[in-house]
């Protein structure tokens, strides 16, 4: 019955239940695409919707490079910071993170850090991340 609640407003509402509409995916720029736009990641909220450990890929990739994907992967995810996952510089070194790269705004800084922080294996988020337009 709740997956029944979930597609219909009118049977939530009778029930008293509050419904929460269907979102749309993260999405990404992707010139090969006819529409110019490819589904970054599922449909979560945010990349809290799946562990990225390392048991979470989208692909096989070495594992020297493993560590680096999920948190790519988490970027993707999350509609908040899908636009920036394949343009930020990302380094790690243990659980130590340091992304660096030109985000649109201060929020955007604060969204990538929270992003990298949840991901499986981070301990630490250095966050050299630039504001555009904004000089010191």
Do not use: K, Q
Request: glycine residues 8%.
């Amino acid at each position: 019955m709740l997956d029944f609640l979930e597609r219909d407003p009118n049977v939530a509402a009778e029930e008293g239940l509050a419904w929460v509409p269907p979102i749309d995916p993260p999405v990404v720029a992707d010139a090969s695409d006819p529409e110019g736009v490819r589904i970054a990641a599922g449909f979560g909220v945010d990349a809290n919707a799946d562990p990225f450990d390392a048991d979470h890929h989208s692909e096989i990739v070495p594992l020297t490079d493993e560590f680096g994907e999920r948190i790519r992967e988490a970027l993707l995810a999350d509609s908040s910071t899908s636009r920036y996952a394949d343009t930020l510089v990302i380094g790690t070194r243990g659980g130590r993170v340091v992304v660096r790269g030109v985000v649109d705004d201060i929020d955007d800084t604060d969204n990538v850090a929270a992003v990298i922080s949840n991901v499986t294996g981070v301990s630490e988020v250095v966050d050299e991340l630039e504001v555009e337009g904004v000089t010191d």
